[in-house]
């Protein structure tokens, strides 16, 4: 490519537009093998009640050839089944968030374990532990994290672990539970560089999404400098987490090209690299081929 463009400027002015043309022509068709998996949505939150449909039929023209939809709540489940259904670049993880633990028994534990064996359902969660709002509960955030797990290990499935405010009760379970031998990522992933390097450690994906854009995201730029791209996953969180320059408004999978852009700045690569490599990085931990049929 750089023997092209030398050679350009040696051109007249009839032949700069005939290779001017053909040179876009081959970026256009060199970038058009980058695809970006968003490896966490909501997309069945009532924020795209008005324009669900639109939204995710025209996530392919901002290069974002699959999506996971991730289910957090007992009502979202069959949200989240639905929407897998219907497109044929969604897939499905179900799970019950910490926040939502108190409506789990063992019959709806197998129920959950019923949608957990639908044909695109790719990773349990969102499950883990969240302190921030709910310190009250801890021992049975606690114990529902492990009974989740414990599914997870059983179907042989990936998790999408939640984990605010509660660093060393997640790491301890991780250690406990053998983490690495279930496989899966630490979503929006917001403590020490140290912590992330033991979770890669463990075989473990770092979960890196609008927050990376922030000016005051220090501490995740660091560990995004610090850790290898092959154990970094893109991902939304939307509606919610929208990135630089879109903070504040309704996020969406469209957005993740910003979030490209900020980890290849880091990194020091080129955004192509950084699809590339977590486009592998995703349909890895998700059991999914690279290719698109």
Known sequence: MGDMLRSFLFLDGEQKAFYSIEFHSIVRRTRGREMIFDTHAHYEDEAFDEDRDAMIRTLPDYRVQRFVNVASTWESLEKTKNIAGKYKNAYAAYGIHPDNVGDLDDQKMAVLKDYLQLPKAVAVGEIGLDYHWNKDNREQQIYWFRRQLALARQLRLPVIIHSRDAAQDTMTIAREEDLGNIGGVIHCYAYSTEQAEEYVKMG??????????????????????????????????????????????????????????????????????????????????????????
């Open 204 to 293: 473990l994906y770092i979960g890196v999404g609008g927050v990376v854009t922030f000016k005051n995201a220090r501490r995740l730029k660091e560990t995004v400098q610090a850790i290898s791209l092959d154990h970094i996953v893109l991902e939304t969180d939307c509606p919610y987490l929208a990135p630089e320059p879109n903070r504040g408004t309704r996020n969406s999978s469209r957005n993740l090209r910003y979030v490209v852009r900020a980890i290849a700045d880091l990194k020091g690569i080129t955004t192509d690299e950084v699809e590339q490599t977590t486009w592998r990085n995703a349909c890895r931990m998700y059991k999914l081929p690279y290719e698109i049929s």
